[in-house]
């Protein structure tokens, strides 16, 4: 099965461990991904924040490169990507001469074909209805399930998941025979893409989600986005002074997540590629269920 | 927008925001949810809804503050308002205008320097390389900024778990990616 990928460039960048685990994820299940050719950047929060009609001849021109590769389903597992590109795709949808003077910015041929998918609707598609058979490590750790801005709204025009407590991922997960956590900062916004010009505003925003995370005994949070990860992992020290306090919770992809449940190893997945150490003790299979149960851990946490 | 708010002019502000951008301002009964919901807001100089009241005031005065402000370098676009807001009103696609409009008339708040030299470093790279070159977006950063101390704690540490790309990726069609930049940037004033 072939299926486009647009890795969008933090993937290729400072997230290869996310490309290599989404890669890895699919072999498993023998997907065949190919990279949409020469493709460019989709502009991002610069392009939108600057200049409308760049925010959207760059992404147009990613799909049109798709069309004329005669990819039609498009993996995207950035979730700022994969709201761009749904966002072009929509507006030039919906005004037929706006998606004109596109087109002869871009010089290409732009149809709005391709079926634009993130790495959740990817997974739940061609992967999730295999999964459970393959599992043979159950991820049995207490899971915080965050899935950010992008990968959910706007609604209207995405039309993913439900938008103020989404379940998608932690539906996977639990395929995974994970121990998801409920929890209030699921969709709230980590800082994005303020991470350089204000890094104090983002070590607010992300220490508050990495603070009630651990508040509800979560031993692990899982992102589907290289923006949300690098905020949430790499700033970690920025965070911990933020609230004064050391913790060394990691955080992983969703991609990584079933790839260790699948069995593929660690290193293949870049585990150790993280900036805020991936340490998670083994537990016997069978734990999670007792966990699962509230009572359960807090007999646990008594005894201990 | 009726033509009654307007002042013998063709196009209000409030009419030009909404050819542009499909918000109508007057909509927001001020119900504060946007505000309430904003993760910003506590670090704006206006949150949300009080934007959309000094628009609804038609007053120029008033647009002129909104133009200055840090509230619009500040939103995030992380689009909590659009989700809450009970007449489903965009002010995202409201704040990139904002934005634009604040840039056109250099009005840009002197707070908001950083913010937008990132974003236009960001720019410079996509300009050059076709695509994000994060190396080269941190140096052209500092550079526009003399932010110089910024991340070099961080620097070797991000090497040795191969985080930094040392070298940038050229597409074959940059010079193409370049056009397209150079072609939306026609007749308008200022540069990106």
Known sequence: MKIGLYPGCSLKGGSTEYQDSVAALAKAFDIELVEIPDWNCCGATAAHNLDRELSLSLPARIMALAEREGLTDIVVPCAACYNRLSVTKHELAEDPALREKISSILNLKYEGTTHILNIIQFIDKFIADKLEAKVVNPFNYKTACYYGCLLVRPHSVLQFDRVEDPQSMDNLVKLAGGNVIDWAFKTECCGAGLSISRTDTVARLSGKIIKDAVDREAEVMVVACPMCHSNLDMRRPQINKYLNENIDMPVLYISQVLGLAIGIDAKTLGLNRHMTAVNLKEKPIGDSLAASQSTGAETQKMEA | ?192
């Open chain 2, 1 to 192: 927008m009726s033509a009654s708010h307007d002042h013998g002019h063709p196009l209000t502000f409030s009419g030009e925001i909404r050819q542009e951008t499909g918000v109508i301002i007057n909509k927001c009964y001020q119900c504060g949810k946007c505000s309430a919901g904003c993760p910003l807001a506590e670090e704006m100089d206006y949150p949300p809804s009080l934007v959309m009241r000094m628009l609804q005031t038609g007053d120029e005065v008033n647009r002129d503050h909104v133009l200055k402000s840090m509230s619009i370098w500040l939103c995030l676009n992380c689009e909590m308002c659009l989700t809450r807001c009970p007449m489903e009103i965009d002010i995202p696609s409201l704040m990139d205008n904002l934005r634009q409009r604040s840039l056109k008339a250099k009005k840009v708040n002197p707070q908001a320097k950083k913010i937008i030299a990132f974003h236009q470093s960001f720019l410079d790279s996509i300009r050059y390389t076709g695509r994000l070159y994060e190396v080269g977006l941190v140096v052209d950063y500092k550079m526009r900024t003399f932010d110089l101390m910024q991340d070099v704690a961080i620097a070797p540490k991000m090497l040795i778990k191969g985080k930094l790309n040392p070298m940038p990726d050229l597409i074959k069609g940059r010079k193409k990616v370049a056009a397209i930049m150079r072609r939306t940037q026609k007749n308008k004033e200022g540069k990106l």
